[in-house]
């Protein structure tokens, strides 16, 4: 049984029956003072369940304040109070009706608003990647069917990143003016409609390019959304998790969307997997409305606490706003001190040097396993699954030692700098070793490749955490910037794939040579120029 030591600031009788007004003024030397009970377990494990009853027609007053070790409670008139301590011990409570189990649903219900919010983003990063992956794997029978070359299935699956880099740093400015969460929930309803519209579109090329290009869009608002959630909601100790939770859905999407995509595409037609993964980014925006509903004292509310938030409550100001108000918000970003500071330049060039290796591996890599390796659709989809799956595993591993590292003192531009520099010189090794010539069965490049590519996720605790890291105001701005340049590889890069493809016939001089070259001087210029210090920009810098 968990014993509790009691502390009473101005103690008195607590009645246990309802106080009438002539009861009260006839017992007046009964009033009842202000009073505040604490509570300190001497059991670290027990746990304390309050119970107050009240009579009817009385409105009660009590009030528990949380923090780590102290509970304190305010009764007010017509309240019963009952402690009762567990110390989670099997046998261990004192028995009787009050210590049955308490089912709860929906089981998030009691979760802390930031676990929520970072639940839901990270399920909408996984619909996002199903929805951008799964042409990568529709293109090959679509090439067939429409008679595309290596060049224009380039074009078509470039097109995505146009309207990606041009979101970029409007999604970051909405992300810091009305708040992620609004930002997201547009731009996750943007993609999944213009992703069901690429069937009837598909026939036709410039529409097909501009369906792509919306999904683009709203794909291209989410990661400053995410951004603006984390860096407001998150403290610096917990950030890598959060990063790599909400970022590692991309991965999590990517497994799901090449898992699923060709038994849809073998039974159904390359069509059932843009109706598909449409459809799901559609659901989630109905249930994001719920949760919220849930949540209904929601972001506004989270304010400045050790364990919630590291720098400012995020607020929801859309319907306050004027035009006015928006245009002078923009005019507030002090842009230029922004391009004054080395490390943003820093985070801009490592952006756009691992965007050039992910992209184009995403787009082209079911390509390289069917034609090089000769695997069948299928197939290539399964192997092109194994480097996603893997960066789950390594992301999780990444993260956790990270936020160790930084919780055990070691400076926070040390540790990310050592993150980075994994995430991006170990793709470049086993890239190297991919286009070496050295007689390797398919199976060993496909584990090679996995292999770096999977360890390139440490980035997530690099790179993405940066941003935050510098300036949890401007978060969201930053990484529009950052992300902004990290799209062109996805425009340039992927479209260039193609090209040298058609033009060399050498994988190895069209997608893992340029890889190469981008990952090693990101790796010298990160490692000269990065910081994670707070930095203070101003407009009159």
């Given at each position: 049984?968990?014993?509790?030591?009691?502390r009473?600031?101005?103690?008195?009788?607590?009645p246990?029956?309802?106080?009438?007004?002539?009861?009260?003024h006839?017992?007046?030397h009964?009033?009842?003072?202000?009073?505040r009970?604490?509570?300190?377990?001497?059991?670290?494990?027990?746990k304390?369940?309050?119970?107050?009853?009240?009579?009817s027609?009385?409105?009660?007053g009590?009030?528990?304040?949380?923090?780590?070790?102290?509970?304190?409670?305010?009764?007010?008139?017509?309240?019963?109070?009952?402690?009762?301590?567990?110390?989670?011990k099997?046998g261990?409570g004192?028995?009787?009706?009050?210590?049955?189990?308490?089912?709860?649903?929906?089981?998030?219900?009691?979760?802390?608003?930031?676990?929520?919010?970072?639940?839901?983003t990270?399920?909408?990063?996984?619909?996002?990647?199903?929805?951008?992956?799964?042409?990568s794997?529709?293109?090959i029978?679509?090439?067939h069917?429409?008679?595309w070359?290596?060049?224009?299935?380039?074009?078509?699956?470039?097109?995505?990143?146009?309207?990606?880099?041009?979101?970029?740093?409007?999604?970051?400015?909405?992300?810091?003016?009305?708040?992620?969460?609004?930002?997201?929930?547009?731009?996750v309803l943007?993609w999944?409609?213009?992703?069901?519209?690429?069937?009837?579109?598909?026939?036709?090329?410039?529409?097909?390019?501009?369906?792509?290009?919306?999904?683009?869009?709203?794909?291209?608002?989410?990661?400053?959304?995410?951004?603006?959630?984390i860096?407001?909601?998150?403290?610096?100790?917990?950030?890598?998790r959060?990063?790599?939770?909400?970022?590692?859905?991309?991965?999590?999407g990517?497994?799901?969307?090449?898992?699923?995509?060709?038994?849809?595409?073998?039974?159904?037609?390359?069509?059932?997997?843009?109706?598909?993964?449409?459809?799901?980014?559609?659901?989630?925006?109905f249930?994001?409305?719920?949760?919220?509903?849930?949540?209904?004292?929601?972001?506004?509310?989270?304010?400045?606490?050790?364990?919630?938030?590291?720098?400012?409550?995020?607020?929801?100001?859309?319907?306050?706003?004027?035009?006015?108000?928006?245009?002078?918000?923009?005019?507030?970003?002090?842009?230029?001190?922004?391009?004054?500071?080395?490390?943003v330049?820093?985070?801009?060039?490592?952006?756009?040097c691992?965007?050039?290796g992910?992209?184009?591996?995403?787009?082209w890599?079911?390509?390289?396993?069917?034609?090089?390796?000769?695997?069948?659709?299928?197939?290539?989809?399964?192997?092109?699954?194994l480097?996603?799956?893997?960066?789950?595993?390594?992301?999780?591993?990444?993260?956790?030692?990270?936020?160790n590292?930084?919780?055990?003192?070691?400076?926070?531009?040390?540790?990310?700098?050592?993150?980075?520099?994994?995430?991006?010189?170990?793709?470049?090794?086993?890239?190297?070793?991919?286009?070496?010539?050295?007689?390797l069965?398919?199976?060993?490049?496909?584990?090679?490749?996995?292999?770096?590519l999977?360890?390139?996720?440490?980035?997530?605790?690099?790179?993405?955490?940066?941003?935050?890291?510098?300036?949890?105001?401007?978060?969201?701005?930053?990484?529009?910037?950052?992300?902004?340049?990290?799209?062109?590889?996805g425009?340039?890069?992927?479209?260039?794939?193609?090209?040298?493809?058609?033009?060399?016939?050498?994988?190895?001089?069209?997608?893992?040579?340029?890889?190469?070259?981008?990952?090693?001087?990101g790796?010298?210029?990160?490692?000269?120029?990065?910081?994670?210090?707070?930095?203070?920009f101003s407009?009159?810098?």
């Amino acid at each position: 049984m968990t014993n509790f030591t009691l502390r009473s600031e101005k103690w008195c009788k607590i009645p246990q029956y309802p106080i009438s007004n002539s009861h009260y003024h006839h017992h007046h030397h009964h009033k009842l003072q202000s009073s505040r009970l604490h509570l300190f377990s001497l059991n670290p494990n027990s746990k304390l369940r309050i119970r107050s009853e009240r009579s009817s027609g009385v409105k009660t007053g009590l009030r528990v304040s949380e923090s780590d070790k102290t509970k304190s409670i305010t009764p007010s008139s017509g309240e019963e109070i009952q402690l009762v301590g567990d110390d989670n011990k099997n046998g261990g409570g004192s028995g009787g009706g009050d210590e049955g189990l308490h089912l709860k649903w929906p089981p998030w219900k009691d979760l802390p608003l930031r676990y929520k919010l970072i639940g839901t983003t990270s399920l909408a990063f996984v619909i996002c990647n199903m929805d951008k992956v799964n042409l990568s794997i529709a293109i090959i029978p679509m090439s067939h069917q429409f008679g595309w070359n290596s060049s224009t299935a380039g074009l078509v699956q470039s097109s995505f990143f146009w309207g990606y880099a041009l979101s970029q740093l409007p999604g970051g400015w909405l992300a810091k003016l009305f708040g992620g969460r609004k930002v997201l929930e547009v731009g996750v309803l943007m993609w999944s409609l213009a992703t069901i519209c690429v069937p009837f579109a598909a026939g036709f090329m410039p529409a097909l390019v501009l369906s792509r290009i919306l999904v683009g869009i709203g794909e291209g608002v989410s990661p400053s959304a995410a951004t603006d959630l984390i860096a407001r909601s998150i403290p610096t100790e917990e950030r890598s998790r959060a990063v790599a939770f909400v970022f590692g859905g991309l991965s999590v999407g990517s497994v799901a969307g090449l898992i699923l995509a060709p038994p849809l595409i073998q039974t159904y037609g390359w069509e059932s997997v843009f109706y598909l993964f449409g459809f799901f980014g559609v659901v989630w925006c109905f249930g994001f409305q719920f949760i919220e509903g849930q949540s209904a004292f929601a972001v506004e509310n989270i304010t400045r606490t050790p364990q919630s938030i590291a720098s400012g409550p995020v607020t929801s100001n859309s319907s306050t706003k004027s035009w006015k108000d928006v245009g002078s918000s923009l005019k507030d970003v002090p842009w230029k001190s922004f391009f004054k500071s080395e490390a943003v330049w820093a985070m801009t060039y490592a952006h756009f040097c691992g965007s050039w290796g992910h992209y184009t591996c995403l787009s082209w890599l079911p390509t390289y396993f069917s034609e090089e390796l000769d695997l069948n659709l299928t197939e290539a989809a399964w192997v092109s699954v194994l480097p996603p799956l893997a960066s789950i595993l390594v992301t999780s591993v990444a993260s956790q030692v990270a936020d160790n590292l930084i919780s055990s003192g070691v400076e926070t531009t040390t540790v990310r700098k050592i993150c980075q520099t994994i995430a991006f010189l170990s793709p470049a090794l086993c890239m190297t070793l991919s286009s070496v010539d050295l007689g390797l069965p398919p199976w060993e490049v496909v584990a090679i490749l996995t292999s770096g590519l999977a360890l390139s996720s440490f980035a997530l605790s690099g790179l993405y955490c940066t941003h935050q890291d510098i300036s949890p105001e401007y978060a969201s701005i930053l990484l529009g910037i950052t992300n902004t340049v990290g799209a062109v590889p996805g425009i340039v890069g992927v479209a260039l794939t193609g090209y040298l493809l058609d033009s060399t016939h050498s994988w190895s001089m069209s997608l893992f040579a340029p890889s190469i070259f981008f990952y090693l001087t990101g790796t010298a210029v990160w490692l000269k120029y990065a910081s994670s210090k707070p930095q203070k920009f101003s407009k009159s810098d």
